[in-house]
């Protein structure tokens, strides 16, 4: 036991594990937790856990990019469902300054949950419409009090 815990590989190894864990650790106990609504956020804690795994091994892509894989396969066929990225869409906590608009796996994953949920086409295209006053800030969403509020409203 002596000559492992001397050898300096074995640190590094176990400061590497924790570096690449933490994050992780962090989002499960957000999703255990019971005081907040998660869903709307899951999506950007996952975002927000691969960003401090790479930060914390320096932002050296041969050091996560194995990691950000594991994450992206797990997520993608086990984790990921359509009303997390519907709910990280529509979270104006996030929706006007991030990738949202731009990331086209959740504008997919929208319009698949609008296919599954709403009828009709004609209902689909209202919503679409109203979607579309959300993203440009139109009408009450783009009020001095809609958007003060933003990232005041957690619930």
Not at 56 to 79: E, L, P
Not at 100 to 113: F, H, N, Q, S, Y
Not at 139 to 151: M, N, V
Request: charged residues 30%; glycine residues 4%.
């Amino acid at each position: 036991m002596w000559i492992l815990t001397q050898d300096e590989r074995f640190w590094n190894v176990i400061s590497y594990i924790i570096k690449v864990t933490l994050p992780l650790v962090k989002v499960l106990r957000v999703v255990d937790s019971d005081q907040k609504l998660v869903m709307r956020f899951l999506y950007n804690h996952m975002k927000m856990a691969k960003e401090e795994i790479a930060y914390n091994v320096d932002n050296d892509q041969k050091r996560y990019t194995k990691i950000w894989q594991i994450i992206d396969n797990r997520w993608d066929n086990q984790m990921h469902h359509l009303l997390h990225a519907v709910g990280y869409y529509l979270n104006p906590h996030f929706h006007y300054d991030d990738d949202v608009l731009t990331d086209r796996r959740i504008k997919a994953g929208l319009m698949e949950c609008l296919d599954i949920m709403v009828p009709t086409v004609e209902e689909r295209c209202d919503i679409l419409v109203q979607l579309d006053s959300y993203e440009n800030e139109v009408g009450e969403f783009g009020r001095s009090l809609a958007i003060g509020t933003r990232k005041k409203k957690h619930l």
